[in-house]
């Protein structure tokens, strides 16, 4: 079965021409420390290194090459790797000759960095040789073995390499020996769940079911044994590898009871999203119920209780971590552009398991939200950290806030989050196109074609839009089979109203779990579908005390949000009427092109009064409230910004 | 010059006995690890010791009455001190031959535990004899010695007691002649105010010019070296004694420059507020216009900018401190106890300093809202912390809230607070009038009588009144010299309704910076002043982005907050109509008796609605709104708790 999607959407490409023109040769630049950049803690913690990157570095060092001691964290080799993993998926769209000699020479530089056991790690390999998979609470080695396991499946898909395969069956053997419940292996997990997803994917490649049965071995250890990570703590009983993790609670690593046994989205968000991820590919892998019904459970308490309306998530600083149900502050939330990257992951392995657009909506929301304000429209400048709200003053000078930025560092000191991206946008055919049994669903409205080709099948559905900007989207379907396939167009449930056609017929829409469901049968069709795409409001569940009294504006899947460059200071003064008209207007020379919304509105006059505390009721003027889309935010010097407005 | 005030009063009363009859016999207890009591952590922090108290254990091993090791922090001396600075004052009200028994036996161990040289830690004494003095970012050996003159000057005042005095003024001459601008002194600061203070009381009492000339070389030397703790640091090179200490910037011990030039409150509001309450005491002493200057701008901008309305102060957890201008949140501040009982100390001195009321507005502010909040009715149970928003579960379950208690403690690991309430209410009396050359300045209105006697005074005054319950205030007043007296009566800036008369005959009432000015002359007069005392709104500046669009009922001295016990869960979903009556009714038997303010209002729906957002504004039911005083909150079981109310 082989099923891929080739982008000519004008929105996205210019993302992946800025993944492959300006992302990979910065963030390569970046990794050798030659970029002449300064490298911000993403929050105000003394113990986050920020001098340098380093990352190519300790390779060299671990390989021999190059003499001197690891720098950064414990975890700094899986920049490399996703960065390996992007220039993978840019060569399936670009392909480029230096680029991939490039990329060989890493992985050549990586195989002499590994060990003749398989082992991979500069960290413990340069500075703790003894300490191997002795804390694993902290250590991240088999976080990163499952980033370059990812990196090297990735890229054997996209050039062919089998040296970069070699490593990561060597490396994966090795894990799947040394990890286990047979006599003689580590009966235990690692802090930070990756190395799941990364078997999953040498199964996927190799079909070798050790990978597998690995994968599965960790999802399930998972919790069983709570008191593990403190029982490897006391035997090592030497300094920690990561300062403070062991004070935050089991939930953090998501090991406060037995996986299929949670029920609710805990701990630090991305391990959270991670682990749903692995365990929702070997969910829809096995076809195994109850791993299924976990990753229900969990995707239902993230997406009904704990998902901010940007599709970010993680209430709290602390952690990187979810708190409780209907807890989502606006402005000292997370919302890591890494953990709604996950999100998209988990989405895509729940559509595997069952056709719900569910899954797709909310993939919609994280990736056109919070996902892409993770980086500036130039690609070189990121953020960690997406708030719903942001105040320069504030951040400055309220440590609670130290880790809103309101403007993007040019780097991270934990530098998750600049290569994410470059991978998940680089590889973001992936997710517009679901093929499952005789399904092929529509997830995403990306103006693209895919082909789907098997034993029996011989399918190309070519998607034409300009979306959100145009409501129109069609489908231009050659099935060249006698038997009919089947076709899901995923129905938005931001929108109500909707009308479709087939060869040229208008037709009736009836939906299932969301999607609009049309048999092909043999031959040539186009299949049509108009989407009303206007601004809305948006109002929380009252359970979120935050945003009583507050609207957000969304137009199709964009949300919102108003910026001091357009509305002046204080953005807290405004208020939205609630009937006000919403006026959508495109701007093609604004922000790389986005549609601005105007309305009537109101400003709370703040001058005047001396006093705090006063009997009188603030005075207001009428103003004229500008929106922009969220992910454009911060693009126009360091300003204010805020996504739930007040109503008046 | 002598004058002291009696209090008769029914709301004050209850807790002056409470007080003697309950905090000091508990507390003793508490000192003497003698309470059957569990100890809390006043935030999530594992370094914080909550075994026991051990304050009285660990100086009996000073005094080497016992064996042991010292345990608690570094300041735990100073909750003794405290609880005898509370204890000399109780014996002013209500004398008792045993408590004073107990009392000269603490001196006694006390004096015991005094070095030789007249130092005075029993931390230092005990464990590390060689590090005195060589941490004082940390060490809080001057705070200490800060508290135990207080204390030792109070009780000498209470009992006459030249025993506690012997002490004080041998600690403070050591201390006088260690620290200075002299060859062979230590040009240093402690990190935590409180020296100055205690020095100034002893040179009220004795008269000694050095005392008020080394309070006066801490004020001033503070700030002008930044690297003094640093250096002091490098050179000790040895543990921490207060983990974390060091991270916070120099603003947290107010060092980021001298003092006069500091003219915004920051950093630890406890700290701050010590300070302010020496330089004001100095100034008023010495009539510095500079000191006064400095003064009345850190005032001005902790009244006009950075103070709660139930006048806390501190809006953030991380080193209990200041943030920025109109930055008040109201669910993560920390608003601790001590900080609203240093603000009543800082008002106390500018008072002294000039006759302007809003220094008494805000110490009743204070003291009817955030410091008596610090206590249950009980006087067992205490809040380290005063938030303006509670919702057990958050608290529970966002580490963001850890340190938002909505059960008040039995006892605290830093145990601060408890006996700071009850040394504050224990000498309330010395609140109420303020003595400055001719005048009389009435601050508070607490029924009492007031005498004042000099060489040539010899006036009293009776205040009759059942304030805030009952709106008559009248004051019975005898001048017993030939030259009038000026006394002058606060008109408290929260009412501009005020009828006065003098001696049966309706006047008009002028006010200067506040005060009613009367001119006594020879006999006996009678002034009555009633004041409009009705449930009003108060609205936030519009700078305080926290409350756009909220109300907050007051009455009076009393800001009124809602509790879930009266109003259902999820109080965020109230709204109270800005219009509706505040319908105040006498509840003798709720809460030790209070007034309640009812208000029609709606509920927000909650039910129904699964998805987290939705186009659907929500609905709302009508529901009358049931308010109680701040103060009184927490005390009928654990509960949601909020002060600004949505208005709609």
Redesign the interface.
Known sequence: MKHEARISDSFWNRYRKLVKNEMIPYQWDVLNDKADISIERERDD?SIPNEKSHAMENFRIAAKRAKGEHYGWVFQDSDVYKWLEAVSYSLCYEWDDDLKKTADEVFDLIKDAQEEDGYLNTYFSIMEPDRKYRRLGESHELYCAGHFIEAATAYHQATGSPDALAIATKLADHICQTFGEREGQIKGVDGHEEIEIGLMRLYHLTGKKEYMDTASFFLMERGKDPGFFIRQLREDNKDALLEGVY?FPLKYFQMHRPVLEQDTAEGHAVRLVYMSTALADLAATTGDERLADTCRKIWRNI???R?Y?TGGIG?????E?F??DY?LPND?MYCETCASIGLMFFARQMLRIEAVAEYADVMERALYNTVISGMALDGRHFFYVNPLEA?P??S?????KSHVKTVRPQWLGCACCPPNLARLIASLDRYIYTVRNDEILVNLFIRSEFKYEDDDKNITVIQNCDYPKDPKISFDIENNNDASVKLKIRIPSWTDKYTGSIDGTKTDIATENGYWCIDVTKGKHTIGLELEIIP??????????EN??KV?IGRGPFIYCAESVDNGE?L??LGLS?NSFLDHKWQEDLLEGVGTIEAEGIR???DG??????????QRSSQKIRLIPYYAWANRGENEMRVWI?EI
Chains 1, 2 share one sequence.
């Open positions: 003394a004070r997406v009904d209780k998902m309306i209430s709290t600083v602390t952690g971590a708190t409780l807890d000292t105040v003053q504030k400055a000078n309220d440590p609670g809305k409001r948006w109002y929380s569940n009252p359970k979120v005390s009583t009294g957000a204080d807290h003064l609630p709370l006059v703040k009064a001396k006093e705090l505390y006063l009997t009188d009721r603030p007040n």
